[in-house]
């Protein structure tokens, strides 16, 4: 009959599809292993709970710490030394900085681009001006790393010459991976550079050159602020490794062993008190350099048991195309150079 035969034709149908899928179970096998070694979720299945976390040298660092900030011994022999290639570094500025006390004065370190030329100068003409807000002294000054370009490095060497507001760096070439020997620099410059010993500072921030800054909110949390607190401050992340293959910020288990990193503040705009400061700056003479500067500082900062404080007026999720409240608003990411001139003063 019809049914009869409808009926076996659906057995050997399915009889068909389980051969088949025997005869490549070896190649659906092969692929689901393929996926899973691709999506990096074996590397999630061996990762060390973050509950175990150490980091190299795997030692008291903040007992290390104290003890080198209290008996002023030499850093020279160790491991890290991010000042060894200084080519330029900036003074203490034209008046403004020099001319307040020790406790009202801030010291802004922008890190930049070799080739973001255009972005210096705006800044310089904008958020970045070199003059005294009430009884607050800002400085302001650019953290580079080297070219291969021999006509940039002409071109900024007489930037340096012009601005005297540049710390140019020849230990590292200025692109993404370095960011964490610029972070080293940063902190040299803060607490250990020429400028830091002849016009110490109170409080630092450290910003990319794609945020837009409203200097009054600025001096309104200063107003808020100690310098011999253990401030770190910004806009807080808490996250894991990027364990996908395929992904530009993959990192291994070799690399990074844990299953989650410490809490950081994201790198665009961190702002740390003179404490902070000195403290990260030895700590990170010892700590081993990892590849992401925000999670390196978080790293210290765990290390160093200083807790990072999460403040929603640094706008990291942001851009200029938005419309940005700043009334409490500190700095915002995500303005190029036009951004900056259209909008400032921010308001």
């Not at 003409?125 to 080297?146: A, C, D």
């Not at 692109?175 to 630092?204: D, E, H, I, R, V």
């Not at 010892?286 to 500067?293: G, P, R």
């Amino acid at each position: 009959s019809n049914a009869a035969m409808s009926k076996s034709g659906r057995l050997l149908t399915m009889r068909g599809l389980r051969g088949a899928v025997r005869g490549n179970g070896w190649r659906l096998a092969v692929a689901g292993v393929l996926l899973l070694w691709m999506s990096g979720l074996t590397d999630h299945f061996f990762a060390t709970s973050y509950a175990e976390f150490s980091w190299p040298p795997h030692i008291h660092l903040r007992v290390k710490v104290d003890e080198l900030i209290r008996s002023r011994k030499s850093v020279a022999a160790l491991p890290n030394s991010w000042n060894r290639s200084v080519e330029i570094t900036p003074d203490c500025g034209k008046g403004a900085y020099r001319n307040v006390k020790q406790s009202k004065r801030v010291l802004v370190i922008v890190k930049s681009a070799v080739a973001n030329f255009e972005a210096r100068t705006v800044i310089r003409r904008t958020w970045g001006r070199e003059q005294q807000q009430g009884e607050w002294g800002l400085r302001f000054v650019f953290v580079l790393g080297s070219s291969p370009d021999r006509s940039l490095s002409n071109r900024v060497m007489r930037e340096a010459d012009e601005h005297h507001d540049i710390l140019l760096s020849t230990d590292f070439v200025d692109q993404y991976y370095n960011n964490g020997k610029k972070f080293g620099l940063s902190l040299w410059l803060s607490t250990a550079s020429p400028l830091a010993l002849s016009c110490p500072s109170a409080f630092t921030l450290l910003i990319d050159d794609d945020y837009m800054v409203s200097r009054r909110n600025l001096i309104r949390l200063l107003s808020f602020r100690r310098w011999d607190e253990p401030l770190y401050e910004g806009w807080m992340m808490q996250s894991s490794p990027f364990r996908f293959r395929l992904h530009k910020h993959r990192v291994s288990l070799a690399e990074y062993p844990f299953d989650a990193y410490p809490p950081y503040i994201t790198a665009g705009a961190v702002f740390l008190s003179a404490h902070s400061a000195e403290r990260f700056y030895y700590g990170s003479l010892f700590v081993k350099l990892y590849a992401f500067d925000d999670v390196y500082a978080g790293i210290l900062a765990k290390q160093l048991s200083i807790e990072p404080q999460h403040n929603e007026g640094f706008l990291y999720w942001s851009s200029a195309s938005q419309n940005i409240d700043w009334t409490n608003t500190v700095a915002a990411h995500g303005f190029s150079p036009s951004d900056i001139i259209g909008l400032f003063p921010p308001t």
